[in-house]
C-alpha cells in the first residue's frame, strides 16, 4: 500500500470523486487562493493545503473559492444539495460554526425529515478542529459534541490517513449532510493508505486499533493515538487494553463499545471536547445503562476541564488530555476495589 | 498642517511604536518562542493612529485579527502587550488571549477579535450605548476588505443605521483577505464604501497610507457622527500590509517586485517624515530621537516579556465563572 500523509489523502479522495462523478462541488474560503490577486488562482492553495491542484483539474464551475461568508456558504452547499448536486464545502476552522449554524443545523440537517422523506440532502461540510497550535479561543477546539448532538447530521472523525480516504469516500456518497471532521495535528500524518479507488469505510463501525482483556477505552481523532500510546507502554507491564476508535460519533457503534466492555468490565472514554454533555460522557451513560453488570469500576471520562481553550503553550498542554492524563485515568479504573 | 509641534511628534511617535513592535515580532517568531498565530499590521500604522489619535478613553473601539496596532493606538500598554503576546501570565490577558485576543476594556479596547465579522456588531452595541449616554462618544469597528464581505458586517451596517447607532465603520482595504484579492471577493467593482453608503450611510473615502489623510477624513467623520441624531458612517482607507496573512505566509499570491515597490511608495512612516521635514516643521533629528527612543521601549518590552512570570496549570480554571 501506498504511503500518504492525512491531508493528501483529503485531497486525493476528493479527486477522484470529482473525476467519478461530475455533480461533485467544492466551495471555501481560498480553496482555490490566489484569486483575484497578482499570482493568479492557485498561487497559494488554502492554509490546509488540503484543495491543492483540485481548480486546475476541475475548474472554477466545481471548484469554487468564496468570500469570507461561511453562512453563505453553508447555505449555499444546502442548496446546491436541493438541486442535485454533490456540494463538499469547507469550514476552513471548525469554530466558524458559529458563523454559520443556522444553514447546518436548522436547514441542511433536518431537510430529509422536515420534508417527509421527499429530499436527499447529499451534503459534505470538512473542517479542521482541535487544539495544539497555541491558537487560541476561536481557533482550537473541537466541536464534534455540539453537532453530534443534532439529529439529522452524520459526523466522522478520522484518525489516521487510510481512514481519512475510507470515510470520505463514503461521505460524499452518503445522501445526507455528513460533518467531516479533520484534526489539525494530523495533517502531517503519514500512514498506509489503500489505492482501490472503491475504498470505503461504512458509517458506524468503530475500529479495534489495539486489544486487550483488562480496560476498555474509547476515542477518536488526535486523542486515539496518545491512547494507543499508553496501551503500547501498558502492555509492557502485562496489562492489556482494547482500544476502540469511534470513527464515526454520528451513528455510533455501540455494539463494539458494549462487547468489549462484556470483556474488560472496564471504560475509559477520552473526549478532547469539554466535559458537560459530552461523547465522553454519554458513551459512559450508554455503558452503565447497558452493560451494567458487567462493569468492576465505574466507567471515566477524560476530558479537558470546562474551559474555553486557552493560548500559552503551559495552559494548552495542560488543557489536553496528554499520555500521561490517560495512563493515570487508566491506573485509576484498574485500580478500582 | 494645522497640527501643532507636539500632536505632530506624538503622531509618528505612535505610528513607530507600531511598526517596531511589529517588526520586533516578525524577527522573534523566526526562532519559535512565540506560541500560536500572529497577525501583523505593519505598513496600516497611519490607520489606526489617524483615527485613535482622536479619541478619548471613553471612545470605544473594537479590532480584528490583526490588531496589535489598533491596540496600541488606544493606549494599551507596550509592556503588558508584548508579555501577552509571549504567553505571560503577567500580559494584557495573563497568557489566556494572545496576539489574536488582546482586550483592555478600560482603555476603551474591547478586544481583537480572532472571528472575521464580528466585531463589527459589538461595535452596534457599544455605539448605542453612546447614543443612549448622549456625551457625543463613538465606537469604532475596524474591518478588513475580507470582513465587509461576512454577513454580520452587512447586518451590522443596517443595524447601526436604523437605531442611529453613534458607530463608526472602517474599512481597512489592504487587498488581500488572507490569500484572496479584493477584487474577486469584493463584487463592487473594488469599493467598500460604496456598499455603506447603500445601507444609508454617510461615507467617506481617504488614503491609509497618509497619516494626514487619515487624520483629515477622521476629524469630518468624527465630528459628524458625535453630533447627536446623526447615526452611524463609514469610512474606507486603501492601506497596505507588508508582511505575509500570517506570520509563516510564503506570499506567493503577490505580484513581482510589489513588496520592494510598497515598502519604497506606500510606507507611512516615510510618507510622513517627508511631508513634515519638507513643509519645515520638524526637522530629520526631532524623528530620529524618537526613532531611538522608541527602538529602546520595543527592546525594553521584550526583555520584560522573556523575563515575566509564565502562567501555570492552576489558571487554566480561573476567569471562567464555573469550570470542572
Ligand atoms: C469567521 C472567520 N472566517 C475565516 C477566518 C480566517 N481568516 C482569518 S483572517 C482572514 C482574512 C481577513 O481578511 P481581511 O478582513 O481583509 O483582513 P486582513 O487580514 O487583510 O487584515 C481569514 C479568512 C476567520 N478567522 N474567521
Ligand atoms: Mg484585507
Redesign the interface.
Same mark, same amino acid.
Given at each position: 500500500m501506498p504511503k500518504m500523509m492525512y491531508r493528501d489523502a483529503v485531497v486525493t479522495t476528493i479527486a477522484e470523486e470529482m473525476a467519478r462523478d461530475e455533480n461533485v462541488v467544492c466551495l471555501g474560503e481560498d480553496i482555490v487562493g490566489g484569486m483575484g490577486t497578482p499570482g493568479g488562482p492557485e498561487a497559494i492553495g488554502g492554509i490546509w493545503s488540503t484543495s491543492t491542484g483540485l481548480f486546475g483539474k476541475f475548474g472554477a464551475d466545481r471548484v469554487i473559492d468564496t468570500p469570507i461568508s461561511e453562512s453563505a456558504i453553508m447555505g449555499a452547499a444546502a442548496g446546491l444539495a436541493l438541486s442535485g448536486k454533490r456540494p463538499i464545502a469547507e469550514l476552513m476552522f471548525a469554530d466558524f460554526i458559529g458563523v454559520s449554524l443556522d444553514q447546518i443545523w436548522n436547514q441542511l440537517a433536518k431537510f430529509r425529515y422536515m420534508f417527509g422523506g421527499k429530499t436527499k440532502c447529499p451534503a459534505v461540510i470538512r473542517m479542521a478542529y482541535g487544539a495544539g497550535y497555541n491558537a487560541a479561543a476561536q481557533h482550537s477546539q473541537a466541536v464534534h459534541q455540539i453537532l453530534t448532538g443534532m439529529p439529522g447530521l452524520k459526523v466522522v472523525m478520522p484518525s489516521t490517513p487510510a481512514d481519512v480516504k475510507g470515510l470520505l469516500r463514503t461521505a460524499i456518497r452518503d445522501d445526507d449532510p455528513v460533518i467531516f471532521l479533520e484534526h489539525k495535528a494530523l495533517y502531517g500524518m503519514s500512514g498506509e493508505v489503500p489505492d482501490d479507488p472503491e475504498y470505503m469505510i461504512p458509517f458506524g463501525h468503530a475500529r479495534l486499533s489495539r486489544a486487550g482483556q483488562d480496560v476498555t477505552i474509547v476515542s477518536t481523532g488526535l486523542l486515539l493515538g496518545f491512547c494507543e500510546a499508553v496501551a503500547d507502554r501498558l502492555a509492557a507491564e502485562g496489562i492489556g487494553c482494547d482500544v476502540i476508535d469511534l470513527r464515526t460519533t454520528s451513528p455510533l457503534d455501540e455494539e463494539t463499545i458494549l462487547d468489549s466492555v462484556e470483556v474488560t468490565g472496564r471504560l475509559i472514554v477520552v473526549d478532547e471536547a469539554p466535559p458537560r454533555c459530552s461523547l465522553a460522557g454519554d458513551i459512559c451513560a450508554l455503558v452503565a445503562e447497558k452493560a451494567f453488570a458487567a462493569l468492576k469500576a465505574p466507567p471515566l471520562a477524560v476530558n479537558p476541564p470546562h474551559t474555553p481553550v486557552p493560548f500559552a503553550r503551559e495552559l494548552e498542554s495542560a488543557y489536553l488530555p496528554s499520555v500521561d492524563k490517560i495512563e493515570a485515568a487508566v491506573r485509576k479504573v484498574l485500580a478500582y476495589r | 498642517m494645522q497640527l501643532s509641534r507636539e500632536a505632530l511628534l506624538r503622531a509618528y511617535r505612535q505610528m513607530k511604536v507600531i511598526r517596531e513592535f511589529e517588526e520586533r515580532l516578525h524577527t522573534d517568531i523566526q526562532t519559535g518562542e512565540i @506560541?500560536? !498565530?500572529t497577525h501583523l499590521y505593519c505598513g496600516q500604522e497611519a490607520v489606526a493612529v489617524g483615527v485613535c489619535e482622536h479619541l478619548s478613553v471613553e471612545d470605544k473601539i473594537v479590532s480584528t485579527h490583526r490588531g496589535h496596532g489598533h491596540c496600541l493606538a488606544k493606549g494599551c500598554d507596550v509592556n503588558g502587550m508584548m508579555k501577552e503576546i509571549w504567553?505571560?501570565?503577567e500580559g494584557l490577558?495573563k497568557?489566556?488571549? &494572545?496576539s489574536?485576543?488582546i482586550a483592555d476594556i478600560d482603555k476603551g479596547m474591547l478586544g481583537a =477579535? &480572532?472571528?472575521? #465579522? @464580528?466585531g463589527s456588531p459589538i461595535a452596534v452595541g457599544a455605539g448605542i450605548a453612546c447614543k443612549i449616554d448622549g456625551k457625543g462618544h463613538v465606537a469604532i469597528t475596524f474591518s478588513g476588505d &475580507?470582513?465587509c =464581505?461576512?454577513?454580520?458586517t452587512f447586518e451590522a451596517m443596517n443595524m447601526a443605521v436604523v437605531t442611529k447607532a453613534a458607530t463608526i465603520f472602517v474599512f481597512e482595504n489592504n487587498h %488581500?483577505?488572507?490569500?484572496? #484579492? !479584493?477584487? %474577486?471577493?469584493?463584487g463592487t467593482q473594488r469599493d467598500i464604501a460604496s456598499r455603506a453608503e447603500a445601507f444609508g450611510m454617510k461615507v467617506w473615502r481617504g488614503d491609509g497610507t497618509d497619516f494626514f489623510s487619515v487624520f483629515e477624513t477622521m476629524r469630518e467623520v468624527l465630528e459628524y457622527v458625535r453630533t447627536p441624531g446623526n447615526g452611524p458612517a463609514a469610512v474606507e482607507f486603501d492601506t497596505e500590509r507588508f508582511f505575509g496573512h500570517f506570520e509563516g505566509d *510564503?506570499?506567493? %499570491?503577490? #505580484? *513581482?517586485g510589489?513588496l520592494d515597490r510598497i515598502r519604497e511608495f506606500r510606507d507611512c512612516l516615510k510618507n510622513f517624515r517627508k511631508s513634515v521635514t519638507d513643509a519645515g516643521v520638524l526637522d530629520h533629528a526631532d524623528l530620529d530621537a524618537l526613532d531611538a527612543e522608541v527602538l529602546e521601549a520595543i527592546e525594553e518590552s521584550v526583555r520584560q516579556a522573556k523575563a515575566a512570570d509564565? *502562567?501555570?496549570?492552576e489558571?487554566?480554571?480561573t476567569d471562567?465563572y464555573?469550570? %470542572?
Open positions: - | @506560541a500560536g !498565530f504567553g505571560s501570565r490577558c497568557g489566556k488571549g &494572545g489574536m485576543h =477579535n &480572532g472571528i472575521v #465579522g @464580528a &475580507g470582513a =464581505n461576512q454577513g454580520t %488581500y483577505s488572507e490569500h484572496t #484579492g !479584493f477584487e %474577486y471577493a469584493v *510564503p506570499q506567493r %499570491y503577490r #505580484g *513581482p510589489e509564565r *502562567p501555570t496549570a489558571d487554566v480554571l471562567v464555573i469550570s %470542572y
